[in-house]
């Protein structure tokens, strides 16, 4: 199970951390990723680490904005969000994906948390 928080309304420029717990696997064993989506929009990646936080990879719309990162120890993931954009406004979904490597396509996922929003008003 995957419970992602941090979410919530800010203006742009502003910074978020958005948090994502796991439980019931074996957290250290997973690569994870997190993905949003807008309204009316597909469900785009944006961020994935591998299971010791050494290799992260980002969409291009995020890089140098927006960081991934992991703690095995309380097996969470987090994703800490920097001069927001209103088009960075999107509901945001942690997975976990059963491998070792960090994954950047949805498929790679076997479990999803239930999604936190994130508002960016301009």
């Known amino acids: 199970q995957l419970q992602a928080s941090g979410g919530g309304l800010v203006q742009a420029g502003g910074s978020l951390r958005l948090s994502c717990a796991a439980s019931?696997?074996?957290?250290?064993?997973?690569?994870m990723g997190w993905f949003r989506q807008a309204p009316g929009k597909e469900r785009e990646f944006i961020a994935t680490i591998n299971w010791t936080g050494g290799t992260t990879d980002y969409a291009d719309v995020v890089k140098g904005r927006f960081t991934i990162s992991r703690d095995n120890a309380k097996n969470t993931v987090y994703l800490q969000m920097n001069n927001l954009k209103p088009e960075d406004t999107a509901a945001y979904y942690c997975?976990?994906?059963?491998?070792?490597?960090?994954?950047?396509?949805?498929?790679?996922?076997?479990?999803w948390g239930q999604g936190t929003q994130v508002t960016v008003s301009s």
């Open positions: 019931g696997l074996t957290f250290g064993s997973y690569a």
């Open positions: 997975a976990a994906a059963n491998t070792v490597y960090a994954r950047t396509f949805e498929n790679a996922y076997n479990y």
